[in-house]
């Protein structure tokens, strides 16, 4: 059971660049979602998923894409990447997104990415 | 819009030293409440969730006042392994069925020698 998992741990892009952040999960998660982590910002919700083939935007969506088509993954593309996008991206993931009492979140080890 | 508010920091306490970090959050409709830990460079990990009634967990309690709306994390005989960055968490209704977790910026605790 390797929970979250996710690549690269680092990128480097220029301006411009579009790439794909790839995350998967072996839980059977229903919940999924892609965070964003920057000095003294905390984490911010770039995009959710409450089950495949759904996804929705939160916070900071604008920039990225994402989409669900089976249970197990759940990819970011950044379109165009830009400066501002430099950051460390998570994806996590919990059992169910309808409790009130929220699941644990389970977070994958991040990407570190640089956008020149 | 500051939703969720953590002590500054960064907390420089001596091992065995008792610590407390305090939260406030400002959509009283929240529903769940939880700390995590996050070590450096590393990914946010479940700590504890924060009841009502209050609630430990070894040397770690966390208290939840939903009138002032207010959390709180105590650690007792801090150790060394105890260094890391505590997030506080709220878990808000967005719509839909669904909820979504709001992340305070942390508070950086470094447990001395």
């Known amino acids: 059971n390797a929970g979250v998992t996710q690549t690269p741990k680092f990128q480097v892009l220029k301006t411009g660049q579009s790439m794909t952040l790839q995350c998967a999960q072996d839980?059977?998660?229903?919940?999924m979602s892609w965070y964003r982590q920057d000095p003294g910002m905390g984490l911010r919700l770039i995009h959710y998923?409450?089950?495949?083939?759904?996804?929705d935007q939160g916070e900071v969506p604008n920039g990225y894409n994402v989409s669900r088509s089976t249970t197990e993954d759940f990819p970011l593309r950044l379109l165009s990447a830009a400066p501002s996008q430099t950051s460390v991206y998570f994806c996590?993931?919990?059992?169910?997104?309808?409790?009130?009492?929220?699941?644990?979140?389970?977070f994958g080890p991040g990407t570190r990415l640089t956008v020149l | 819009r500051k939703e969720v508010e953590q002590d500054p920091g960064p907390f420089n306490v001596p091992e065995g030293a008792t610590v407390a970090f305090n939260c406030t959050y400002s959509n009283s409709a929240s529903q769940s409440f939880f700390w995590y830990r996050q070590d450096c460079r590393k990914e946010p990990k479940l700590l504890m969730s924060v009841y009502s009634s209050g609630n430990e967990d070894g040397r770690f309690t966390a208290q939840l006042n939903r009138a002032s709306q207010y959390i709180s994390l105590l650690i007792r005989d801090s150790k060394l392994s105890d260094s890391a960055t505590y997030l506080c968490?709220?878990?808000?209704?967005?719509?839909?069925?669904?909820?979504?977790?709001?992340f305070g910026k942390g508070t950086k605790l470094s447990v001395i020698p």
């Open positions: 996590a993931s919990s059992r169910t997104h309808t409790s009130a009492v929220t699941d644990t979140q389970y």
């Open positions: 839980m059977n998660h229903e919940y």
């Open positions: 968490v709220v878990s808000s209704y967005s719509g839909a069925g669904s909820y979504q977790l709001t």
């Open positions: 998923s409450v089950g495949a083939g759904i996804t």
